[in-house]
């Protein structure tokens, strides 16, 4: 019996020893805050790159990382306090991932990240290489010019009237993030989370109440002992009441719309998962994470004349499909389901559960007729218009009069 005990003590102190070194593995290969802040404040301090932040994140350390969310080792993510105010820290540890389709990023070069613009460069050189990066990106679009100016409006970090070669390094860098260009672009949208300041790479947004669309955090050992499709419909159960998830889904159907040929060109949601939406405690949603929200343009021009054998080679992120031309056996260009129908699958089971009796069979119907919608089908943007006011009208109706709206 001795022989017994001890051997399940020794047991217990052994799988108690190998979890806790698999955390530990985990957290300091996903969560690498010190190596991120280390780099960014040697190019500071050499006078390589500048920025609103730069001084309270290297010199006044009054800008701190708080609590480690990143999800990859590429891009971290934490909790920030930058005085009396709460954001959240994004930092890029590997080069800006093209649009590759699977493939690895290439290791970050510390020594070329910030080497553009060059030494002599001019105000007005710098603004040509901005412009002449936004046309290749975004394609010919006629308010260009005055997406320039707000770029040079955010670079200029101190507010002193100038861009000087630092604040111009740390800007282009930034500029090479598709998720800090939309956000640029959409400072003025009620959905997206304001920026709060950069410095390199690096750039600081607001901080989001509730962080995920539904659902609940378990640790990881739980999370890989619940089944899949239990784990869906237990999420389902951590939800807000209906009228304040109606009021959620009218965000994200704003959103939709505000990426929908806009005044920037389209963009294209390639992953719409539930942990990239949030909302905040009055229930207007907030973009968590855009970085797989890319210009339609550019995700044509890269997936154009791709080597493959299945659809299944055409994808980009989770949500982005193209066809397979089996006669050429390259990949199409033309994505075959719009943002609107893959929100509408993400809102589906969302939203009819707890639905009001009186709108279920009719918001059903609306949401399906969504989830049908081709790019391909003739007046696509008419219906598409159509049945994203449908669903707005629909929803607000219902929840117009309570005091949750």
């Known amino acids: 019996m001795r022989m017994k005990y001890l051997?399940?003590?020794?047991?217990?102190?052994?799988?108690?020893?190998?979890?806790?070194?698999?955390?530990?593995?985990?957290?300091?290969?996903?969560?690498?805050?010190?190596?991120?802040?280390?780099?960014i404040c040697d190019k500071y301090k050499t006078g390589v790159i500048d920025g609103s932040a730069c001084s309270s994140l290297c010199a006044k350390e009054t800008l701190y990382f708080g609590k480690c969310l990143s999800t990859k080792p590429s891009n971290q993510m934490y909790l920030g306090i930058w005085g009396n105010l709460q954001g959240v820290i994004k930092c890029q540890m590997e080069e800006a991932a093209q649009l590759d389709f699977g493939t690895d990023p290439e290791p970050r070069k510390e020594i070329?990240?910030?080497?553009?613009?060059?030494?002599?460069?001019?105000?007005?050189?710098f603004k040509e290489m901005v412009y002449g990066f936004f046309k290749a990106k975004l394609g010919e679009q006629g308010n260009l010019s005055e997406l320039v100016n707000i770029?040079?409006?955010?670079?200029?970090?101190?507010k002193d009237g100038r861009v000087s070669l630092p604040e111009a390094k740390s800007a282009w860098a930034l500029l090479q993030l598709d998720e800090f260009l939309l956000m640029v672009m959409l400072q003025d949208k009620e959905h997206t989370p304001k920026l709060m300041g950069?410095?390199?790479?690096?750039?600081?947004?607001?901080?989001?109440?509730?962080?995920?669309?539904?659902?609940?955090?378990?640790?990881?050992?739980?999370?890989?002992?619940?089944?899949?499709?239990?784990?869906r419909s237990m999420d389902q159960w951590f939800t807000p009441s209906w009228p304040r998830k109606a009021k959620i889904a009218i965000g994200l159907l704003e959103f939709v719309e505000d990426i929908f040929h806009g005044p920037y060109g389209n963009f294209l949601?390639?992953?719409?998962?539930?942990?990239?939406?949030?909302?905040?405690?009055?229930?207007?949603?907030?973009?968590?994470?855009?970085?797989?929200?890319?210009?339609e343009m550019n995700l044509k021009e890269m997936i154009k004349d791709r080597p493959c054998e299945s659809d299944m080679d055409c994808v980009y992120g989770t949500d982005c499909r193209t066809l397979c031309d089996q006669s050429k056996m390259r990949c199409t260009t033309e994505v075959i389901q719009p943002n609107l129908a893959k929100v509408c699958q993400l809102l589906k089971d969302y939203l009819l559960r707890g639905a009001p009796s009186d709108i279920h069979e009719e918001l059903e119907k609306q949401l399906?007729?969504?989830?049908?919608?081709?790019?391909?089908?003739?007046?696509?943007?008419?219906?598409?218009?159509?049945?994203?006011?449908?669903?707005?009208?629909?929803?607000?109706?219902?929840?117009?009069?309570?005091?949750?709206?």
């Open 7 to 39: 051997f399940i003590s020794w047991l217990v102190v052994f799988i108690g020893s190998w979890v806790m070194y698999v955390q530990y593995s985990t957290y300091t290969e996903l969560c690498r805050g010190h190596d991120c802040r280390k780099i």
């Open 112 to 125: 070329i990240l910030f080497d553009k613009p060059t030494r002599g460069t001019t105000v007005e050189k």
């Open 269 to 295: 949601m390639c992953d719409t998962s539930a942990k990239n939406l949030g909302y905040n405690d009055k229930y207007d949603l907030k973009m968590m994470d855009m970085r797989k929200i890319v210009p």
């Open 198 to 231: 950069f410095c390199g790479d690096l750039y600081v947004i607001e901080r989001v109440e509730y962080t995920s669309l539904y659902g609940v955090s378990l640790p990881w050992i739980i999370e890989l002992l619940i089944p899949s499709g239990f784990r």
């Open 151 to 158: 770029i040079l409006s955010f670079a200029d970090g101190n």
């Open 368 to 405: 399906y007729l969504c989830i049908a919608l081709k790019v391909s089908a003739n007046q696509m943007e008419m219906e598409h218009s159509l049945i994203l006011n449908n669903l707005k009208t629909l929803l607000w109706k219902k929840i117009s009069h309570t005091t949750d709206s």
